[in-house]
């Protein structure tokens, strides 16, 4: 019996260790918590600024507004990114793996690549002043990075990242609501996934 269970435990620390080697784990659930509170703050930055008809629908957006909103979303990028690397760094140097190993550079190709697409369709879709398609496709190209993103960290963000296109999506269905979908997908749905991988992987 003492055998079997040896045998188990040697077999589960092999699994651990070949999912080191082809994985980056040291993800911060905390900074998804933080990160979705910059979203919801940034969104109520932007709500106050645009003029809204009905709620979360907005007809018309000025030229020095959309100079503004681009503003909002730089600082909140780069607050995001700031703390996301703060508390990673700090967590794999806490579990004693490579931040900058070759898992966290396929982990950064694969996220880059729907990522820095996503942004140059979004920038033709201002220069064009299709506006109210801008937070759709936000959505959706951020959640098709972080599927892609999931087959090198943690599985969980791949079920994030389909929670974003499908918002995504139901933001270009319904055309004008594009701030309050933006607010769930960036803001309550990181809050939520942050929490969840706190409490599983780092509580």
Request: net charge positive; aromatic share 12%.
């Amino acid at each position: 019996m003492e055998d079997h269970k040896k045998y188990l435990d040697d077999l589960s620390d092999i699994k651990n260790i070949m999912e080191r080697s082809s994985r980056f784990l040291s993800l911060s659930g905390l900074s998804g918590i933080i990160v979705g509170i910059y979203a919801l703050i940034g969104a109520g930055v932007a709500y106050r600024l645009l003029d809204y008809e009905n709620g979360f629908t907005v007809r018309y957006i000025t030229l020095e507004q959309i100079k503004s909103l681009i503003l909002i979303a730089i600082t909140v990028l780069v607050a995001s990114l700031l703390t996301s690397i703060f508390l990673t760094y700090r967590k794999a140097k806490k579990h004693k793996q490579q931040v900058f190993g070759s898992q966290a550079k396929r982990l950064l190709i694969n996220m880059l690549i729907p990522l820095v697409t996503g942004a140059a369709f979004v920038l033709i879709l201002i220069e064009r002043r299709e506006l109210l398609l801008a937070a759709p496709a936000t959505l959706i190209f951020y959640g098709l990075a972080l599927v892609n993103a999931s087959k090198y960290t943690l599985h969980d963000i791949r079920y994030l990242g389909l929670l974003e296109i499908a918002l995504g999506l139901l933001a270009s269905y319904f055309v004008g609501y594009g701030l309050f979908f933006w607010s769930i997908g960036f803001g309550l749905l990181h809050i939520i996934y942050g929490l969840v991988m706190y409490l599983k992987y780092e509580r």
